[in-house]
Nanobody, 125 residues
Framework: EVQLQASGGGLVQAGGSLTLACACS????????IGWFRQAPGKEREGLAM????????FYTNTAKGRFTISSDSAKNTVYLQMNSLKREDTAVYYC??????????????????WGQGTQVTVSS
């Protein structure tokens, strides 16, 4: 079983950028897709993007499309989420998680497990 550690959050002004990192440790890192999610106070967890390290397939939800970029570095067992043109409504705790199966192709929270502890992103105006 893998363990995931999300990092890179912080305070950023609207219009700025941040790159989050999801470091994976464990024997089976890279075997299943990794997804990025976020959860704002009082809201449900929202899927953003996912990447399959085996075939390189990427999926973005409409929320992430155009401003966020997911990538992976297999040598470092790390998946990144670059976020540009940040808005106040992007303020949330950001999580990464491993899919329950290699056939998962969309970042829906119910299809993921092994959640990292989350990293806070706060966007100020």
């Amino acid at each position: 079983e893998v363990q995931l550690q999300a990092s890179g959050g912080g305070l950023v002004q609207a219009g700025g950028s941040l790159t989050l990192a999801c470091a994976c440790s464990g024997y089976t890192c890279g075997e299943k897709p990794i997804g990025w999610f976020r959860q704002a106070p009082g809201k449900e967890r929202e899927g953003l993007a996912m990447i399959n390290g085996r075939d390189g397939k990427i999926f973005y939800t409409n929320t992430a499309k155009g401003r966020f970029t997911i990538s992976s570095d297999s040598a470092k067992n790390t998946v990144y989420l670059q976020m540009n043109s940040l808005k106040r409504e992007d303020t949330a705790v950001y999580y990464c998680a491993e899919a329950i199966s290699t056939i998962v192709v969309v970042p829906v929270a119910e299809f993921f497990r092994t959640w990292g502890q989350g990293t806070q992103v706060t966007v100020s105006s």
